[in-house]
């Protein structure tokens, strides 16, 4: 006889410090993605990275094990692009600036990415790239100081490398907002709410659950769009941190790992309601 389900109908996944940190899978991480699929749950990977196309992701996680495709994998890119695709319709003109990801995104809701604020662009998105240099942000700040609405993919101040932290999309922001003389109108990825929320349609969710290691982003990302969230602490969250978190930073559940997804038993077992 088949176990029971958890008690949610989709589950959001964050990425590094929960299904993998590095290049390894977090133990329960390929089992408790399974067990879920296996119950007929629709799993949702997330990321504030909006450098990688979500093929990408998913051929990343699928070589760890975790079963994922493309049409599972939200980013921040994708996000940023449905906003400004809702805000100005089809056929408009925005300056592209980050990854591989980003330009991709904007063409698949039709918009039309351009690499020069002289191309007259009507709106912006930045976002983190490994090659974004100077004269990218030359053009951002141009554009913005012409009039062009900005949309930033994420504000992570700092990407870990392997040998530690370096500058991430959040740096580069700020370095634009010093010479533009004001901030993005808007932020696609975590904890602003437009990523959740398309991965949320994206999985036709009603009671879906965010899953994460990090407060200032998963967890407060999850409670303003109004979901109920898991805190794991196989990444750089630990179990004090989490149980004296309070307002938009507290979770709903705290588990030690992902074990707790096998099943209803598991989920009573292992996950421990703190708010």
């Not at 056929?91 to 063409?107: I, T, Y």
């Not at 990090?214 to 750089?236: P, S």
């Amino acid at each position: 006889m088949a176990s029971a389900p958890i008690p949610f109908d989709a589950v959001l996944f964050d990425l590094d410090g929960v299904l993998y940190v590095g290049p390894t899978a977090v133990p329960h991480a390929v089992d408790a993605v399974a067990a879920l699929r296996a119950q007929g749950i629709p799993c949702g990977f997330v990321t504030n990275n909006a450098a990688r196309p979500p093929g990408e992701v998913a051929d990343h996680l699928t070589a760890l094990g975790v079963q994922a495709a493309a049409s599972d994998v939200t980013t921040s890119a994708m996000a940023g692009a449905r906003v400004l695709r809702d805000r100005f319709g089809p056929g408009v003109r925005v300056l592209a600036v980050g990854g591989p990801g980003v330009e991709l995104a904007l063409r698949s809701v039709d918009l039309i990415p351009v690499a020069s604020a002289d191309d007259e662009p009507l709106a912006v998105m930045q976002g983190f790239g490994s090659d974004v240099g100077w004269r990218d942000l030359v053009e951002v700040g141009l554009a913005v100081r012409r009039g062009a609405w900005w949309l930033a993919t994420n504000a992570d101040a700092t990407i870990p490398l392997p040998r530690g932290l370096a500058p991430g999309n959040g740096s580069l922001v700020a370095a634009v907002t010093a010479a533009a003389g004001r901030p993005p109108d808007e932020i696609a990825g975590k904890p602003e709410p437009a990523l959740l929320r398309e991965a949320i349609e994206r999985c036709k969710a009603r009671r879906p659950l965010m899953v994460g290691d990090r407060l200032d982003t998963d967890i407060a990302g999850g409670n303003r769009v109004g979901i109920e969230t898991l805190l794991v602490l196989t990444g750089v969250t630990d179990r004090d941190t989490g149980e004296a978190a309070e307002g938009d930073l507290r979770p709903t559940f705290i588990a030690p790992d992902l074990a707790c997804l096998a099943s209803a038993a598991d989920w009573d077992a292992r996950a421990i309601r703190l708010a």
